[in-house]
């Protein structure tokens, strides 16, 4: 009798201790599903282009997180209910939203950030349809047409070839030829004799040339014919030399070495940590703010977009030294729409001139933000 009281007790305290375990792991769960969870989020701009490296943080608390390249961010062990949300970046004004967390769900929101004004001077890059840099006039005409094969800077660009024969590999009817002493030249599919070259709108030689000699880096455009039917007037010799095809090479003018224009989170950090210092001003701090003078940075508008007629906008971050030069090192990408803009504005930066802030009549350093806004004006053809 005694055993079977002592195995009821045992097994009644058995079950009371599990009971008692799964209550507190139901508890700690409730109580942890109740208390916090996961804020994702992505910040943008007023026009919707999303800012890398803005610092968002959890008001009352010290729970933070840095935007990264694209834009966004994660948020953890945030507290369920309203939360409210403040973002800051320098150039734009600080921002504070609420943002609804009921319990057991995970939010992906959106924060918009407006720039301060009159930060940022616009920079427009205008480009009309039928308007086309004079040099290249012809070249950009003639890709209209449909006949001929063309291959555009910004082609060349992307292939990253070093030889110039392979960037003619990938025309159809064209075989490579090795000439005698090294080289390269090539052949058009039927023709006995090799194309002639043209360098600018003029004949280079009557003979064979080592297409390898020309330097990819030197050369804006190509455009190859396979023979006289297609051959516009502009390569015709006169005396027959173009029945076995055409190579025009149009040379791309000496520009200097373009500033890499980067998205960093170490870079807008050191930034902010200068501002803090007074070691570089921004623009509501000083009597005469820095300037980019005009038409000193000038950027082309990427051919494969124009003629799809995207817009864009690329916004870069920049100090100014006290002479008015630009600080190589500071040069940052805020936000851009299309790769191929921020490769446009970083080439033009290279020629970017500015005028030094001032502050009581001395000159100092002052952190500018630059957007250049691409637009196509389509005037002309609507006349």
């Known amino acids: ?57 959890v008001v009352g608390s010290e729970r933070r997180a840095m935007t990264d390249a694209s834009g966004r961010f994660r948020l953890t062990d945030i507290p369920f209910g309203q939360v409210d949300l403040r973002v800051r970046r320098l150039g734009y004004r600080p921002s504070i939203s ?13 924060l918009r950030i407006v720039a301060v004004p009159d930060y940022l001077p616009n920079v427009e890059v205008v480009e009309q349809r039928e308007v086309y840099d004079s040099r290249l006039a012809g070249f950009k005409a003639r890709s209209t047409k449909g006949v001929g094969h063309f291959i555009t800077r910004e082609r060349l660009e992307r292939l990253h070839s070093y030889r110039f024969t392979d960037v003619l590999r990938e025309i159809p009817g064209i075989r490579m030829r090795m000439l005698r002493g090294g080289g390269m030249t090539i052949n058009m599919r039927g023709a006995s004799c090799p194309p002639i070259v043209f360098v600018d709108g003029f004949p280079a030689a009557a003979g064979v040339v080592d297409l390898d000699m020309f330097d990819l880096k ?33 040379s791309r003018p000496y520009r200097p070495k373009a500033r890499p224009v980067v998205a960093a989170a170490n870079k807008s950090k050191e930034l902010e940590r200068l501002v803090a210092s007074m070691t ?104």
């Open 1 to 57: 009798m005694v055993t079977r009281v002592s195995s009821v007790m045992r097994t009644a305290r058995l079950v009371a201790a599990a009971a008692l375990l799964f209550a507190t792991l139901f508890a700690d769960d409730a109580t942890a599903q109740g208390r916090d969870g996961v804020i994702k989020a992505i910040v943008r701009d007023s026009i919707g282009t999303a800012v890398p490296f803005a610092e968002v943080a």
């Open 98 to 110: 609420t943002v609804e967390f009921p319990p057991g769900t995970e939010p992906d929101v959106e």
């Open 218 to 250: 030197s050369v804006d455009g190509i455009e190859v014919y396979h023979g006289m039917a297609s051959v516009p007037p502009e390569f015709v010799t006169g005396r027959g030399l173009e029945r076995c095809g055409v190579v025009a090479i149009w």
């Open 280 to 383: 570089v001003y921004t623009v509501d701090q000083v009597d005469t703010p820095a300037a980019l003078i005009a038409g000193s940075a000038a950027p082309e508008y990427p051919d494969s977009l124009r003629a799809e007629g995207v817009p864009g906008r690329v916004v870069i971050e920049v100090v100014v030294n006290v002479d008015g030069t630009l600080d190589g090192e500071s040069v940052t990408l805020v936000s851009s729409t299309h790769p191929l803009f921020t490769g446009s504005v970083q080439q033009a930066l290279a020629t970017a001139k500015f005028r030094a802030a001032t502050l009581n009549a001395r000159p100092v350093r002052q952190v500018l933000h630059i957007p250049f806004v691409f637009r196509l004006d389509t005037s002309a053809s609507n006349r």
